[in-house]
């Protein structure tokens, strides 16, 4: 059973803590992107990786950061320097870098406690 | 700056009739437009697409049509089933890059019977 999976479900972050959250693919897909739902807005990219040990910002980088050490996983990182992390966070994935269609995850809901 | 606007937040039809959501966008350089659709705690998944050089795409119940000189994109679903019922999305790319779409705030689309 092919997709994409992204863990927590809810997550709750303290004031000046780094919190990560997971992105795992088995598509078999080159391409992983991270975007931020606020409400009343629309998906806005926060970083996407076209391949392996790269990855490029996104409209809203400032204050998270991301790795891509394999092919299946793009965790991001939601640092302290993002002042105002709660969203609905959702990852996405596409067979090459450019790909017509982007699949998603369920999402991942940061709450700040 | 918005550059995807889908002015109407929700849309109420009945079952059986025609639906139509709207997207404008503003940046000429888009050439590639995505529709996508969103369950309540689901990501939102592919519907169809529509490319520049073309003015409609159709695939079953679901029609895009594009006007490039009103900067103007509508989906029509006919007929319109409870099924249907979700927020749906619109996106552009500009110069095949679709690494980076750019997302409407939505419209949320109810169908009753």
């Known amino acids: 059973d092919g997709g994409i999976t992204q863990s927590p479900k809810y997550l709750f972050r303290k004031e000046g803590q780094n919190v990560t959250l997971s992105c795992e693919q088995n598509l078999n897909h080159d391409a992983m992107y991270w975007y931020r739902q606020d409400p009343g807005q629309g998906l806005r990219l926060i970083y996407y990786s076209q391949i392996v040990n790269d990855f490029q910002k996104g409209d809203i980088a400032e204050g998270y950061s991301v790795s891509r050490e394999k092919k299946e996983s793009f965790p991001l990182t939601v640092t302290s320097a993002q002042k105002n992390p709660t969203a609905f966070y959702l990852c996405?994935?596409?067979?090459?870098?450019?790909?017509?269609?982007?699949?998603f995850g369920p999402g991942t809901r940061l709450l700040v406690l | 700056d918005q550059q995807v606007k889908q002015n109407s937040p929700s849309l109420s039809v009945q079952e059986g009739r025609i639906s139509i959501l709207n997207c404008d966008y503003t940046n000429s350089m888009f050439d590639y437009f995505l529709w996508y659709k969103k369950y309540p705690a689901e990501g939102p998944t592919f519907l169809i697409s529509i490319s520049s050089i073309k003015d409609k795409n159709e695939d079953g119940r679901f029609t895009v049509f594009l006007n490039k000189s009103a900067k103007h994109l509508s989906l029509h679903i006919v007929p319109s089933q409870p099924g249907d019922s979700a927020v749906y999305f619109c996106a552009a790319s500009a110069g095949g890059n679709t690494d980076k779409l750019i997302f409407g705030t939505g419209t949320r689309l109810q169908v009753f019977p």
């Open positions: 996405a994935s596409s067979i090459l870098a450019g790909a017509e269609t982007q699949y």
